[in-house]
């Protein structure tokens, strides 16, 4: 299945039935008059929000939505039966937006979660609604409003515990594949990563949701390499994985550009508890390990991992860390993710 996370829609919701106009005529019957009655509500586009889906790919098939139709009022003093709501469902964490694509309207963040997109129109006034005292036979029946039309944005934003960030070939996709079951794309070129994939790894009996996106270059937040498109898969995240390819000459500049980048993009990013690692340490000597773990530690001034994802080195602790910060984070501010097991 191809991943989307982006989409824009039509939604019409349902017009509101014709009131009627008509009298009763029936013979032998001692009082006639009008009988017409109103016509039913159109039906409302509703968004729910449901598990089963992890992509917005349907939409890119189906762009238009369109409510029924309120029945028109009849005779005998019926009412127009009222359109049904038609229900669109979406992938838990999907966000609404205006047209304008910056006016939010709805964040769906929990499963079940509903979100009336466009109500129906009113049914019209049938003429046995106008009858009074000074107007025994009136002869006016309104017709039904209509119903809400519009164009919007969804865009959807994965839910995960912690999101694996840093510049291509860090091993991201490494790691992912290493501590859980999901099977990323890994090749020894840059940008093999070109949608956010998703994992559960487990550590100590319990369970972390991990997403991996594509790795980000300096210029990134002005379209360079993928931009900063899928950043916005981490902005749920209770905690940042910033992994640094330990081969690299200049691993400060690395966590500094990537950095810059997640500023650029949106200062709360940075804001987000952030753990770094250096992956690779297979590959270098011990003094070259100390040596680059040092250099960093004096810049993001914690202590910094080093890791092996290819020799399953230290990935342990990362893991133990990255849960310990998650079930802090759910406690304090009621993390978003229901179904966390940490």
Known sequence: MKFLDEAKICVKAGDGGNGA??????KFVEFGGPNGGG???GG?????AVDNLNTLIDFRYQQHFKAE??????????????????????PVGTEVAAEDGTTI??????AGDTFVVARGGRGGRGNESYKSSTNQAPRRADKGDAGEELWVWLRLKLIADA????????????????VTRARPKIADYPFTTLHPNLGIAQIDGREILLADIPGLIEGASAGAGLG?????HVERCAVLIHLIDGTADDVVQNYKTIRSELKKYSPKLLKKIEIVAINKIDVLTKEEIISKVTLLRKVVRRDVFAISAVGHKGIADLLRAVCTIVIKEKTQHGYIRKKASC
């Open 44 to 48: 409302d586009v509703v968004f729910v």
């Open 69 to 90: 139709r309120g029945q028109n009022g009849m005779s005998a003093s019926c009412t127009g039966r009222q359109g049904a709501d038609l229900i669109v469902k979406v």
């Open 21 to 26: 106009c008509t009298f009763r005529r029936e």
């Open 105 to 110: 309207l709805a964040d769906l963040a929990q």
């Open 39 to 41: 016509g039913g509500k």
């Open 228 to 232: 900063t498109r899928f950043l916005k």
């Open 163 to 178: 999101g694996l960030v840093g510049m291509p070939n860090a091993g991201k996709s490494t790691l992912l594949s290493v």
